[in-house]
């Protein structure tokens, strides 16, 4: 079936199918398609699109923030070879569902929300989202005491019944996942900038498949779509339109979980931040944060107080890890710190020989005190 043809097998067809379709048009971004939901129903937008007078529409121009002939009649021609139910049928048969404004099950978070998707993909179940919602997101380049705190906030939150939002990205994104998961409680959502069968990135193949399964991996785009640097910025919106709470792990000055922030501030949404070494650069935006009034974040009973829940259960007989009982190994990892080190530097901080410290150092990292990436030494926020 392609064009304007409504029908499959004698079937009618339901109104995500035309939004599939016309999602699918080249040049069909978020604020286009909810231009064309918000003037007519799916299917008269599909018949307006075909008869390629869309353009002619002040209030679908006006929404759109503009819309050129040659567009609206490129689409035409693109819509008479698009077969609307067989991208339907296809999207079933991967198991992703389809919502869009106004349509039931559509989440209540983003119904009144200024930037709203029009339509949302999703695999697993948007009940998953009645819940309360945190978002806890951060820098790729994190350090591993970032990837600890944010896996610990993600096991720690879902525990005591928060669904943990997030992007399913690498780094402390991924972290905070794996920490809810790993709680077997509250279920988590993710926001994607791909089609639900584009992988992005290749490396978190596997959690995504995890989170679809224990809760649900929703994204704006129908499947095939790739990733293009100019989505993730926008997915930011829908994670911050989906939290109650917006907590920021780690980020760099112009980190791009700062986009995150701005949009929920746009929604009055209180965001947090976990306190960072001040020269680490991969804390620099989350300090920046505390200091413009943010409020820090030292563990998950901080952010479940602001969602006006018991924080006690979340951290109750939550230890600090001590220093190595070995008095040369303690010294290292006290004067090792929060921050990346060298093992020159660590040599000038004991004066201690290179030799003898690169032995402490290397049975410090095998017992998991300390990890190290390249040239430089990490502490861990716990051991083993």
Not at 128 to 133: H, T
Request: charged share 20%; net charge neutral.
């Amino acid at each position: 079936m392609s064009g304007a043809e409504a029908t499959s097998g004698g079937r009618r067809l339901p109104g995500g199918a035309f939004v599939v379709g016309l999602a699918a048009l080249s040049g069909m971004g978020p604020a286009r398609l909810a231009a064309l939901l918000q003037r007519w129903d799916p299917e008269q937008a599909w018949h307006a699109t075909c008869g390629g007078q869309v353009h002619r529409d002040a209030r679908v121009v006006e929404g759109a923030r503009g819309f050129s002939v040659e567009l609206s009649r490129r689409w035409a021609l693109e819509a008479a070879g698009i077969d609307v139910a067989g991208r339907f049928e296809a999207h079933l048969r991967a198991a992703v569902g389809i919502t869009f404004a106004g349509a039931a099950g559509f989440p209540d978070a983003l119904a009144g929300d200024p930037e709203a998707p029009a339509v949302l993909f999703h695999r697993g179940s948007l009940e998953v989202l009645d819940r309360p919602r945190v978002a806890v997101v951060g820098t790729r380049r994190c350090t591993s005491a970032g990837r600890a705190t944010a896996r610990e906030l993600g096991r720690d939150l879902a525990g005591a019944g928060v669904c943990v939002v997030s992007g399913l990205a690498s780094g402390i994104d991924g972290e905070a996942h794996l920490g809810s998961l790993e709680a077997d409680a509250a279920a988590p959502v993710a926001v994607v900038a791909t089609g639900l069968d584009v992988v992005y990135p290749m490396a978190n193949a596997d959690l995504w498949r995890r989170v679809a399964s224990a809760g649900c991996v929703l994204s704006e785009y129908p499947l095939g779509t790739r990733p293009e640097r100019w989505r993730f910025p926008a997915r930011n919106r829908i994670l911050a339109g989906l939290a109650d709470v917006v907590v920021v792990v780690e980020s760099h000055a112009r980190g791009g979980s700062l986009h995150t922030v701005d949009a929920a501030l746009e929604r009055d949404r209180p965001v947090m931040a976990v306190p960072g070494p001040v020269r680490s650069p991969a804390s620099k935006g989350t300090n920046d944060l505390l200091a413009a009034g943010s409020a820090p974040v030292r563990d998950a009973g901080d952010v479940l107080a602001v969602l006006g829940l018991d924080g006690a259960a979340a951290t109750r007989g939550r230890a600090d890890p001590a220093d190595p009982s070995d008095a040369g190994a303690a010294a290292v990892v006290q004067a090792l710190g929060w921050e990346p080190a060298t093992v020159e530097e660590l040599a000038l901080r004991l004066d201690r020989p290179l030799g003898r410290l690169a032995v402490d150092l290397s049975e410090l990292e095998h017992q998991g005190w300390v990890v190290r990436r390249g040239s430089w030494y990490e502490r861990t926020v716990r051991p083993g």
